[in-house]
């Protein structure tokens, strides 16, 4: 479908143009949209759900990340969030290596996190759309068509900011789709009680996958796994029997299970994600976030990303909206960017996956690396960045 803008400007709703728009209410989108909005633009967010909504996340955040999103108007000081220091790792034998990390990180939940940057947004002039299904973006005559449950918006900018997967994707037929199905992964998420050091976060393998159990606000603790399609469909497609199956294994896993008082009455799960290179601009559209590309979990890096790829492209985005870059010099400089900061993170993130989750390789090289802590602590280094 063409855009109404070179025809009939009567099929257009004035009040459906915008500059930017933001497809995903996540981290990466929520953060854009408040640094473009206070820089003046009239900027409009589509988010399906609901806010406040639990997601499947680690809902660990490095602390390259606190001062930003305390620039972002978050009290985080006054949140008495639990800070963590030390990752404990454990094999599907059980056993361990445990380190300082580097520069350490925080807990909270997305829950919590998103709404309160969605309350931020709304307060600086965002126009957030909940509820509300994106079908299609199009480009033509240097605008984009966003079509959407609640019709069709025209921005001069659009920015994917919708996460690990989105009909979007598929229309766009992009690269990172047509990968081997069985390199696909099923996320799992709890918030659960449990006693476990608060500055520590742990990260234990089993066969086909690993899980991580780190503590986040009000004395509470998110763990989230993550596992190999193949074994959820070995377990009959039932949860509780693949964590008995499998997770159990490992010894650590198996008394952390047991322990446990779940919060809610059933998991928070999404399937079908992939690690695998993503591009950056489809379709003149801003890829940020996850929809730019996933770092693996055990890195604990995702949100941090998210947050500072948002960074990147606010500004960006202000040169070309004022006329002193092309799109195409907007596009080439926001990949360049992006893969400064981040290409090698990846890179790291993918190579690391590619022992964990594996019985005997992640056993040799948690054997391999507890003789030597820095070379633990220069992985760590390896996949994340500065304070931004």
């Not at 992009?174 to 998420?189: I, P, T």
């Not at 976060?201 to 159990?213: E, K, S, T, V």
């Not at 059933?266 to 690690?275: A, C, L, M, R, W």
């Not at 054997?367 to 996949?383: C, G, W």
Request: hydrophobic fraction near 40%; glycine fraction near 10%.
């Amino acid at each position: 479908m063409g855009l109404p803008l070179a025809g009939d400007r009567s099929l257009v709703n004035t009040n459906k143009i915008y500059g930017i728009g933001i497809v995903g209410g996540g981290l990466a989108g929520l953060s854009l949209s408040i640094l473009l909005s206070r820089k003046g633009y009239r900027v409009c967010l589509f988010e399906k759900e609901v806010f406040p909504f639990h997601k499947v996340c680690g809902e660990y955040i490095s602390m390259e990340s606190w001062d930003f999103l305390i620039r972002l108007g978050l009290s985080l000081e006054n949140w008495n969030l639990p800070k963590i220091h030390q990752v404990n790792i454990t094999a599907p034998n059980g056993e361990s290596i445990s380190e300082k990390l580097p520069l350490g990180g925080f807990g909270i939940s997305r829950y919590k996190l998103d709404a309160a940057l969605a309350d931020i947004a709304i307060s600086s002039g965002v126009e957030i759309f909940e509820n509300t299904k994106v079908y299609d973006i199009s480009f033509e005559n240097g605008n984009h068509g966003i079509q959407t449950s609640e019709g069709l918006f025209i921005v001069k900018i659009a920015c994917a900011c919708y996460g690990k997967k989105s009909n979007l994707d598929v229309k766009w037929k992009r690269e990172f789709l047509k990968q081997d199905e069985s390199q696909n992964y099923v996320g799992v998420k709890y918030h659960v009680k449990v006693n476990l050091p608060e500055q520590e976060i742990a990260l234990h393998n089993f066969q086909g996958g690993y899980c991580g159990i780190s503590k986040i606000e009000d004395g509470k603790y998110c763990l989230c796994y993550l596992t190999k399609s193949e074994n959820l469909g070995n377990s009959q497609l039932s949860i509780p029997a693949m964590e008995e199956k499998i997770l159990k294994k490992n010894p650590a896993l198996r008394k952390l299970l047991d322990e446990m008082v779940v919060l809610y009455e059933e998991p928070v799960t999404i399937s079908q994600i992939s690690f695998s290179k993503k591009t950056q601009i489809e379709q003149h559209v801003l890829c940020i976030g996850d929809a730019a590309g996933m770092i693996t979990p055990l890195c604990g890096n995702g949100m941090s990303m998210a947050l500072h790829g948002s960074k990147i492209a606010a500004e960006i985005i202000p040169l070309f909206l004022e006329n002193q870059i092309s799109r195409e010099e907007m596009e080439t400089s926001y990949q360049k960017n992006w893969n400064r900061q981040f290409a090698g993170r990846l890179r790291t993130g993918r190579l690391i996956q590619s022992f964990f989750g594996k019985t005997f390789w992640s056993t040799w090289l948690i054997r391999t690396l507890k003789p030597f802590p820095f070379l633990v602590r220069a992985l760590i280094r390896q996949t994340h960045g500065e304070r931004f």
